[in-house]
């Protein structure tokens, strides 16, 4: 047990945990509306929004899997890079169109949108059920995060007192989530960022120092995982599996539910167009999150004899971990292992809360109790973020982790079948909601087919055009086929004058100009 570590790790968890249920008392507003509780009041201005988002899409899995990635299969790691670069314009663009119909009708989520622009409920049912699913593992995975560091402190992570300190962690996630709503995570994110920013900071200049500098690390790392496989003999290898990998997880990144709850919950349209501008300065971050793999490989940590147990256990997710613990003193190790594990809390409570908001208006509102009023849903979304946060629970303790891993890769590919009703929704009304309906089938069905024919291990389907292969992310290929048939059944139903579901909206909806949730001037800022 490295009790320096134990005792800084503790007392910075402790600090979010108090900080988690203050709160319930920042811009303090009516917790019993699902605006307040679920979106924050939607009054969060740039800089809260720019920590919120941040904390939400760099997560503790992040923070451990990039590096795990660089540092078991070299350059392939980094189309991270490229891929949260593109994110940024795309968003940009598209999500102050959404968040303004969104403040104007008081939608929650993505699948209210869908439900008022297409006048289907079974298409928002079916927007809803994809969000629920691709989040559940996401959150799992975040478990994974947190359990690699508590085995990494010298807990046991095996049998019932292995179990423990994770699920003591998610009680008091649990308990601040359901009290303080997403004014909790976007409180916290703020700590979360400061350490994971210092740790980073810190590592990228006292590591080097150590190995030998920036030569001696590159020079250490064997030369096939410095560059991508070049194409050969009609194979065009990594360089496709690259660029299909971050364009289509660019694609799909936003239209994860937590990552939609966090856009509608800004003050304006301009809070996302400037967030949009500054979250590539945590591009910068990830890319030196990356280095860590290739650190780890010049300190050679996989083979020290005293972290063996720890790589058989956990594989190459133990190698930042291993970096920390082997090369700085214990009260930096337990500094920097309390910014991953909070890393972990906090896009944890912001995906359930938002699977709780589709659950709640999108499923139980729609098909269950379709009276069901203002407090009435808040209740259920609290109680149902609960069951959410037990299901992932459910996920490391009962089922193999590879599962989780499993569900995660199919959580992208199926996440991203929600672009056409979302994205092209916001631009045009043509589509018809049956095609729509039908290409999220077909698109499901396609790249779940591709994913099982590679036994769900990877994402890079190998797809045969006569002698030449593409290998690429079977979520951009799926997508491509869930596009094409709903182009083809629009027009099969238009030529046909079939009758189009009603419109709730109307083109001065998209319109965020002086559109604005009231607040003070600092407000605009924070």
Not at 1 to 25: D, E, K, Q, Y
Not at 227 to 243: I, R, T
């Amino acid at each position: 047990m490295n009790w320096t570590a134990l005792a800084v790790f503790t007392f910075f968890f402790l600090l979010i945990t108090l900080l988690g249920f203050m709160a319930a008392h920042w811009r303090k507003g009516n917790l019993n509306h699902l605006d307040e509780w679920g979106l924050g009041g939607r009054r969060f201005g740039t800089l809260i929004t720019w920590f919120l988002l941040g904390g939400d899409l760099y997560t503790a899995y992040t923070f451990i899997a990039i590096p795990a990635l660089m540092f078991g299969q070299g350059a392939i790691g980094f189309f991270a890079l490229p891929y949260t670069i593109i994110i940024y314009p795309f968003v940009f663009m598209v999500f102050p169109r959404l968040w303004a119909v969104s403040k104007k009708h008081g939608f929650v989520t993505s699948a209210d949108f869908v439900h008022a622009r297409y006048g289907s409920k079974y298409l928002a049912l079916a927007i809803a059920l994809t969000g629920i699913i691709a989040t559940l593992p996401y959150i799992a995975l975040q478990l994974v995060g947190i359990q690699v560091i508590i085995g990494a402190l010298g807990f046991t992570t095996t049998g019932w007192m292995g179990d423990l300190p994770l699920i003591l962690a998610f009680a008091i996630l649990a308990a601040y989530t359901y009290t303080s709503g997403l004014r909790a995570p976007a409180m916290i994110a703020i700590v979360k960022d400061l350490l994971i920013y210092i740790t980073i900071l810190a590592a990228i200049i006292y590591i080097p120092s150590k190995l030998g500098g920036f030569g001696h690390i590159f020079s250490a790392v064997p030369a096939r995982m410095l560059l991508l496989k070049a194409p050969s003999g009609g194979n065009l290898n990594a360089f496709s599996a690259y660029s299909t990998l971050a364009l289509g997880s660019a694609l799909a990144l936003f239209l994860y539910p937590h990552s939609i709850t966090a856009v509608l919950s800004a003050d304006s349209g301009n809070t996302i167009r400037r967030n949009s501008a500054l979250l590539p300065a945590y591009s910068l971050l990830l890319g030196l999150i990356a280095l860590l793999g290739y650190m780890a490989i010049a300190a050679g940590v996989s083979h020290l004899p005293e972290y063996t147990a720890y790589f058989k256990q956990y594989g190459s997710s133990f190698a930042v971990p291993a970096l920390f613990l082997h090369l700085f003193p214990a009260w930096f190790v337990g500094f920097a292992f309390a910014a991953i594990a909070i890393g972990a809390l906090v896009p944890a409570a912001i995906m359930s809360i938002a699977a709780a908001n589709l659950y709640t208006r999108n499923i139980h509102c729609l098909f269950i109790n379709k009276t069901c009023q203002a407090e009435a849903q808040t209740r259920m979304a609290k109680n149902v973020s609960l069951v959410v946060k037990l299901g992932a629970l459910a996920f490391i303790l009962f089922l193999p982790q590879q599962y989780a891993i499993q569900l995660q890769l199919l959580g992208g590919i199926w996440i991203i079948q929600t672009l056409p009703a979302i994205i092209f929704g916001l631009y045009t009304r043509w589509l018809d909601y049956r095609a729509l309906l039908a290409g999220w089938v077909i698109g499901i069905l396609n790249g779940t087919a591709m994913a099982a024919t590679l036994h769900f291990k990877s994402s890079i389907y190998p797809l045969h055009l006569g002698h030449l292969i593409i290998p690429g992310y079977a979520a951009l290929y799926s997508l491509i086929v869930n596009i094409l048939v709903t182009l083809i059944l629009t027009w099969v139903i238009r030529m046909f004058r079939l009758p189009a579901g009603s419109d709730q909206t109307t083109e001065a909806d998209y319109d965020d100009t002086d559109l604005k949730t009231q607040g003070t001037e600092f407000g605009e800022i924070v």
